[in-house]
């Protein structure tokens, strides 16, 4: 497998989660977002899905066969999440003093090459984004627990082939809001008897403390893949 990788960038962050098929069990580390489980019946075969080279644009073409939202929160905190196979979604949380919380996001496409050869594609994430972190009754800055979202492509031997943080945590900035879109674009050799994973996903998390009750939201208003043959 071969890929190289390019980025246009107008802006950076974006929030993410949505609902259908993803495994249980979340991770808080780099690899959050990364346990994905499509059924082969719902995954799309690239052999059928291109016309003569003709880009593939989801979900403009077919809906996401990828889309999912988890949550989880305890004590005083509140986290909510939703998504839909047509490209948008949501995740927030937020803490008062005892409490933590977390939501994540899943968004994307599984394609399966069936074919006998190499299918060389170049495939682009174009997100439109926006996202917020507040820190109430706290001086100083803004710290939620974690707020990241990622671009990432993976094959059925979950072997990570890309990965690439469009937004991280910067604590020294404070709490801030901000909107604005990403393209990243990655050439792809699909090799016979695969699957792919072209997958967008976020997490935030946040915990709270006598002196600080801190929320975080990302929201995913758009997310177009563009799939362009190369041969």
């Not at 580390?29 to 016309?51: L, Y």
Request: glycine letters at 10%; a negative charge; aromatic letters at 6%.
């Amino acid at each position: 497998m071969m890929l190289n990788m390019h980025v246009v960038a107008r802006g950076g962050l974006g929030c993410v989660v949505v609902g259908l098929l993803v495994a249980a069990g979340c991770s808080g580390g780099a690899d959050f977002g990364e346990s994905i489980t499509v059924p082969q019946e719902r995954q799309t075969q690239i052999d059928e899905a291109f016309g003569a080279g003709k880009t593939l644009r989801l979900p403009a073409d077919m809906p996401f066969n990828v889309a999912d939202a988890q949550r989880f929160s305890q004590g005083g905190a509140v986290a909510e999440s939703s998504a839909d196979a047509s490209g948008k979604a949501r995740c927030s949380a937020s803490a008062q003093a005892g409490g933590s919380a977390w939501a994540e996001l899943q968004l994307g496409h599984v394609l399966t090459c069936a074919g006998d050869t190499p299918f060389e594609a170049t495939v682009t994430f174009n997100v439109t984004y926006r996202y917020r972190m507040e820190s109430e009754g706290a001086a100083g800055t803004v710290t939620p627990d974690k707020f990241a979202l990622k671009a990432y492509i993976m094959d059925s031997n979950r072997r990570m082939l890309k990965r690439m943080m469009l937004a991280e945590l910067e604590p020294a900035k404070g709490p801030t809001t901000w909107s604005g879109t990403q393209s990243p674009a990655f050439d792809v050799t699909f090799e016979p008897g695969l699957a792919y994973h072209l997958v967008l996903a976020g997490r935030v998390e946040v915990s709270g403390d006598e002196d600080r009750s801190p929320s975080a939201e990302i929201q995913v208003e758009s997310l177009e893949l563009e799939i362009t043959p190369r041969r």
